[in-house]
């Protein structure tokens, strides 16, 4: 299979994955009018939750890996993106974020929650969960964050360097139909990567700005259902 389709279809599957996590408890709730989870169905969502959010993040690095190889190096590129290649690159994604997303869980196993505890959104996300805990968090906290800098600084910066190629590799391109068709391989990439990186500064701008909670689950929504429902139809009205 082609490359770029290979990496779309492990896209496609998380992102079907990422909204089976939250969207099915949520009708539930909504149907039975009870906001009730059970303290293991919590920490399954935040594994789940977690594993999948960071899952899109890395494949989104490494597709535009993929056209920065695509269209900076065309000659050597099923040399470079070949099967092999591709399948280790997302076995590797799924390896690291599997193990960080169970590092989470099980640090916050240790914590104690006081009966009754309210968390104020539709599902179990880890800094809320983190925030309505009964017990020191501070080691939470602090794996969280440089985790979060780490799995966030890292991705982005992998992103930025291809286009910034990508762009250098383009200006160099004495054909302007050449120009258009190579960047035009890159124009769903770059829209879910503006959509994805875009609703997620959202939901943390909404949460250290605003203290509406209204507000924030209207961006928490729109980050953990509407985007990954758009990603497919991105790509679909690619050609």
């Not at 594994?47 to 269209?71: E, K, P, S």
């Not at 080691?139 to 930025?160: D, E, H, K, Q, S």
């Not at 990186?197 to 259902?225: D, E, I, N, P």
Request: net charge positive; aromatic share 12%; with cysteine.
């Amino acid at each position: 299979a082609h490359p770029m389709y290979f990496l779309l279809s492990n896209l496609s599957f998380v992102d079907i994955c990422f909204t089976s996590t939250t969207v099915p408890k949520m009708l539930v709730n909504i149907h039975t009018q009870s906001q009730a989870i059970s303290y293991v169905g919590c920490l399954t969502q935040v594994y789940f939750f977690t594993v999948f959010l960071g899952m899109d993040n890395f494949l989104l690095t490494v597709m535009a890996y993929d056209r920065y190889v695509a269209i900076c190096h065309p000659l050597h590129y099923m040399v470079v993106m070949n099967p092999c290649v591709c399948s280790l690159l997302v076995l590797l994604c799924w390896f690291i974020i599997s193990w960080v997303s169970l590092v989470h869980v099980l640090l916050m196993w240790r914590l104690t929650f006081c009966p009754g505890t309210k968390i104020p959104h539709f599902l179990c996300e880890l800094a809320q969960m983190l925030q309505v805990a009964c017990s020191d968090t501070i080691t939470n906290n602090v794996f969280m964050y440089v985790i979060a800098v780490l799995l966030g600084v890292i991705p982005v910066t992998g992103i930025l360097y291809s286009y910034t190629q990508i762009v250098s590799s383009l200006m160099r391109m004495s054909s302007a139909g050449g120009k258009y068709r190579a960047f035009s391989t890159c124009g769903s990439h770059l829209s879910v990567v503006s959509l994805f990186y875009g609703t997620g500064l959202g939901v943390y701008l909404s949460s250290a700005v605003s203290h509406s909670s209204q507000r924030s689950l209207v961006a928490s929504v729109m980050y953990t259902v509407v985007t990954p429902m758009l990603n497919p139809l991105i790509y679909t009205l690619r050609a």
